[in-house]
């Protein structure tokens, strides 16, 4: 290895060290529901048995699914008087249900009646100091217990009452001089089962519950050691077996050896510490008054996490009430001013512009990037005519114009290419430019001296192992320049002059191991040229079957093991050059159900696509996608073609709003294994209790019949960090043969129309990194025929009308004579047979029937195809069907391709906009690009095969 080499991956090495550094640091994640808790003063949080997070406020309680809040009911007589609103302490019990304790006594909330009931220790005394319930836990034999400002409390289930225990202090009169002793602020029950109970005045108290015996420990005065305060304030055991106790003055460490507590005060650890938790790894995070401390124990190291005024990333509030470490290891920070969660996993960092500061990118709306992989440099054309060079080694900025030899400027820039020799090639507008990277200098650029070369409008750019460059320019297709002999030149693509439009706009270049050309074609598929014979192979959806599964394509790479991998409009495909075929992976296209404009593979095999969903991260081995979106720090959830590169590790995508840089080998992986479940089942929008469906074979049974629709199923997994990157799989066995996936960010889905008999719905759930739980069948589905139905239901009507005549023929004989005699004339009903639109080729059903007419309705009153970017897989989305069935209504049932249908109506907007006034000074053009055609070229030729003429033709008979 040369010395360059070496220099570059120490270089990477220390990047490395230094966001691995920052990864360490806490990422707060403000709660995106604070406003709709009941109050954004939290006090409490905890989470149940099936995995809600249960948020107890000063105005009531709410809990969050990963999804949604759900404030719970008040109770009718809440505003009569007699109970009260504001939560201090919240537990789950053995049975999930949720107890809740108030100033005025406890609440308990049955999840399956959907009740709430409530429980006073003193309930002939309403003033009671016990009454006030602090704390509430739940014993090794679950039995729950209650803290209360006026002793301890046990609930007898059996009596369904709250019994005193005995063994702390009580007193029948709450006098001032003694009430510190039977305060119970806080209680816990720590791993070996023993009582610790935190007072308010008094110290802590352990009791042994097998022989009730106790200890109690105070703080002395002019002590050094032991417990700096009687006032205890939370008490958390750790997962090595450590006490901890926080107080109004400080933190202090039980040391069970020597049965006393030691002081963190001499760590620098003092005043208020409301709330205690730790990371899972090394610290301790301490609520306080003055914001979020984090103790490291390795190092005795504290630092602050604090409120930063407007911003999102920080603590809502530097009151830190309370901290909880629910199972997924998220940890929710509850303040004065709502809840925030911590995250240790770093975000990507982001790069744009920041105003008036130099050091930050010129504009945000990027078109290429370019990497100079030996200097650890990237080079960004963003704005109109500006360059940005970004050093990764100084993390610096530097800015140039492009300008022309008289000083011109281009409009805009289509792409850009840095060559073997470090110059940066910049396509535009107005012609072809040249940056010295050492300089800075910029300059009309031309390969010939001849000035009918046609390098304006440049769209790609290529530069071959040999030194050859390939351009592609709009309008006037494939160019080369021919390193060896000087010469510039342009390469016939194809002889087929009905298409030649398409094949004059090349979008992408790329160059393959086996040294054949890639090109791409607006809206054309694709094209492989080989040099040394000049014969070019052509493929496109319809030649290849669909394996190429979109004509319009953004990328192509070449991935580890010799395939050729394509991004496009509708996902991803491969090409294997040995077997000289496509080969789609539809599995791994029905996950990512969008447009795929750019993608990298990373030095471990996992592939990396920009899309208009986010960021996808693909393991080709198990086919696992994780979604990565805005929440994540991503500049927006749309990135760009030709705005990517790699560096090392390192690789970035951009968009209209900066460019990430994402570090391929420090995501760390999460060890939460979900169990997913069904969180409710609605229909119409009416909500099932999932509860109170009947069980069977330990499965709760959802009974339908075989004309009920419009079923949805909504489920979570439980995992709270960054939640939304979680994923679903489900399967209704026997009617499915593969897993479903749910899409990204979505947790539900709509029950298809199951043909009678009895299914089991199974569940399947990742959590923020992939790892997938084992299948859970969560639910049976008995579906009856309607038929079958209808008649039970006729039949036990016969039966109850047949038993009803018996007994009044028993009792009043003459009755039944009379009634025989009765004729009752049968009325018929006629039902209106629909008549069809005669223009349609087949006669659709009444199902097909609705789509076409939404499909109608997204055209002609939404007008949805005003969207430039507007494909087969965004429309089919809309409708809720595949890219077949889309492909099969446009066919049978109105006689077009999807192309035609939307050009039809973009055809007919046009029309309509040249014959209105307000147009007449508008360019042909404009009016063209606002009725959603992407260029000048499409327009021209759409407009020509649906009319006949030209724009200009038909605006020039218009006038006449």
Known sequence: ????????????????????????????????????????????????????????????????????????????????????????????????????????????????????????????????????????????????????????????????????????????????????????????????????????????????????????????????????????????????????????????????????????????????????????????????????????????????????????????????????????????????????????????????????????????????????????????????????????????????????????????????????????????????????????????????????????????????????????????????????????????VSENNDKKDIFTNIKVLFEDSQNKIWMVFYQGGVGRYNPETTDTELYDYKNTNGDLPDNIVWDIIELNDGRILFATASGITFFDPEKNKFEQDTYINNIINGSVLSAIQDDRGIIWLGTEQGILKLNLKNKDIIRFSESDGLQSNIFNYQVKAKIGAFLFFGGNNGFNMIDSESQNPSSFTSIPSILNISKNNKYLNIRKLPIKNGLPCLNINTSDQNYSISFSNYSYIKEWRNRFQYKIIPYDTIWNWVGLGKNKFTLPKLPAGKYTLVLKGSNVNGKWSNPENVLLIEVTSIWTTIMLISLVIFIALLSTFYLLNLKYPKFYKKYNRIRIKNKTGIRKQKITDSAFLKTPDEKTQKIIDELFVLMEEKHIYLNKRLNKAQLAATLKLTELQLASILKDYIGKGFNDFINYYRVKAVKEKLKDPAYKDITLVAIGEECGFNSKTSFYRVFKDLTGITPAEYLEKLQD
């Open 1 to 492: 290895m040369n010395s360059n080499g070496k220099i570059v991956i120490i270089t990477l090495i220390l990047i490395l060290g230094t966001l691995l550094s920052k990864a360490s640091e806490y990422k707060m994640e403000q709660f995106r529901f604070n406003r709709e808790l009941p109050s954004k003063s939290v006090r409490c949080i905890t989470q149940d048995q099936q995995g809600l997070i249960w948020i107890g406020t000063n105005d009531w309680i709410s809990y969050y699914d990963g999804y949604k809040i759900t404030n719970l009911p008040v109770p009718e007589n809440m505003e009569k008087g007699g109970l009260s609103k504001r939560i201090y302490c919240i537990q789950s019990d053995s049975h999930d249900n949720i107890w809740f304790g108030t100033p005025l006594g406890v609440y308990i909330y049955n999840k399956k009646k959907e009740t709430i009931d409530q429980l006073y220790p003193d309930k002939d005394k309403l003033r009671n100091k016990s009454n006030v319930i602090y704390s509430i836990a739940l014993s090794p034999d679950k039995k729950i217990f209650l803290g209360t400002r006026n002793g301890i409390f046990v609930y007898n289930e059996s009596r369904n009452n709250l019994e005193l225990f005995t063994h702390f202090a009580y007193h029948t009169e709450f006098k001032e001089a003694t009430k510190s002793e039977r305060i119970a602020k806080k209680i816990y029950f720590d791993k070996l089962g023993l009582l610790w109970i935190g007072t308010e005045g008094n110290g802590i108290v352990m009791i042994n519950l097998k022989d009730n015996s106790r200890s109690h420990y105070r703080h002395i005065l002019g002590q050094g050691n032991g417990l700096p305060s009687n006032f205890i304030e939370d008490i958390y055991e750790d997962r090595f077996g450590n006490l901890w106790v926080t107080t109004n003055n400080g933190l202090a460490r039980y040391q069970r050896s020597e049965n006393i507590f030691e002081n963190y005060n001499k760590y620098g650890i003092s005043g208020l510490i409301s709330s205690i938790t730790d990371d899972g790894d090394r610290s301790l995070l301490l609520g306080s008054d003055n914001g979020l401390i984090q103790y490291d124990r390795s190092n005795q190291h504290i630092s602050r996490i604090k409120n930063i005024p407007e911003n999102d990333r920080s603590l809502p509030s530097n009151d830190v009430r309370c901290l909880y470490k629910d199972r997924s290891g998220a940890i929710w920070t509850g303040t004065s001013k709502g809840i925030c969660k911590i995250n240790d996993e770093p975000d990507f960092p982001i790069y744009r512009n920041i105003p008036g500061d130099n050091n930050s990118l010129k504009y945000n709306n990027l078109s290429f990037i370019q990497a100079d992989t030996t200097g650890n440099i990237l080079w960004i054309g963003s704005g109109k005519s500006d360059i940005d060079r970004y050093d990764l080694n100084t993390q610096t900025f530097s800015h140039f114009q492009l300008r022309g030899n008289e000083g011109q400027l281009p409009s805009y820039i289509n792409t850009g290419l840095l060559t073997q020799d470090k110059m940066l090639l910049v396509g535009t507008d107005t012609g072809l430019f040249k940056l010295d990277t050492k300089t800075g200098i910029s300059e009309f650029f031309n390969f010939s001296s001849e000035k009918n070369i046609p390098l304006e409008n440049i769209y790609t750019m290529l530069e071959t192992n040999q030194g050859d460059i390939w351009f592609g320019i709009l309008d006037k297709g494939l160019y080369r320049f021919d390193n060896k002999t000087g010469k510039f030149r342009h390469i016939p």
